[in-house]
Every structure is written in structure tokens, then in C-alpha cells.
């Protein structure tokens, strides 16, 4: 199994940018997919979640101004980011839950996509 982040970048403040991130490879089913974030220096925390049943959880610091949504024909979930502020500026990981034959529910990260908002 392997999730395939893209869509990073750099963008001035008060831009936008969409990230998306796709599931391949042997799967039975997809629960929760999402994304996290780390900055330099810090932990990395949660942006936002959507679960299978199409609820979704945001963090309190991009609230109104994030959108996740997930298709579940394609396997992927995307994150659109408006009005990006320095404060963005981080390594977004992709996440998702997945039941795997054999070996049960199984937690999977992609391989992390740089965002950088400066002037």
C-alpha cells in the first residue's frame, strides 16, 4: 500500500494551493484519510480529517479557511488551502486508515509535501 501525496509548493500570503493525496495497492477498505502537518520545530498535528461516512474534522487553525473532501471512487483525498498565511508554512502528510487482508487495520502516512507561504 502506498499513499502518493502531491501539490505542494511555494505561495505568497493570502494564496492557495490544493493538495491531494492518492491510496494504491491491495486494500479491502479505506476508513479515515487526512492530513497532518509539522512545521520546523514543532510537533505534527492534525488539519483535518474525513471519515469514510464523509464526516470531517478540521483544526481549529484553518477552520474557514481549509476544505477537505475525499473521493471515494479515486482512493484520494484533497485538501484545499485558502488564504495562506505564513503561518501554513509546513511538511503536509498525508493519512489514512485502511483494513488489509491478512493484517487487519493498518495506519499508512505518504511521504510528506512541502508548503511554504512567504512573500
Known amino acids: 500500500v502506498q499513499l502518493q501525496a502531491s501539490g505542494g509548493g511555494l505561495v505568497q500570503p493570502g494564496g492557495s494551493l490544493r493538495l491531494s493525496c492518492a491510496a494504491s495497492g491491495t486494500f479491502t477498505n479505506i476508513y479515515n484519510m487526512g492530513w497532518h502537518r509539522q512545521a520546523p520545530g514543532k510537533q505534527r498535528e492534525l488539519v483535518a480529517r474525513v471519515t469514510s461516512g464523509g464526516s470531517i474534522n478540521y483544526a481549529d487553525s484553518v477552520k474557514g479557511r481549509f476544505t477537505a473532501s475525499r473521493d471515494n471512487t479515486e482512493n484520494t483525498v484533497y485538501l484545499k488551502m485558502d488564504s495562506l498565511t505564513p503561518e501554513d508554512t509546513a511538511t503536509y502528510y498525508c493519512?489514512?486508515?485502511?483494513?488489509?487482508?491478512?493484517?487487519?487495520?493498518?495506519?499508512?502516512w505518504g511521504q510528506g509535501t512541502l508548503v511554504t507561504v512567504s512573500s
Open positions: 493519512n489514512a486508515i485502511l483494513w488489509v487482508d491478512r493484517q487487519g487495520l493498518r495506519d499508512y
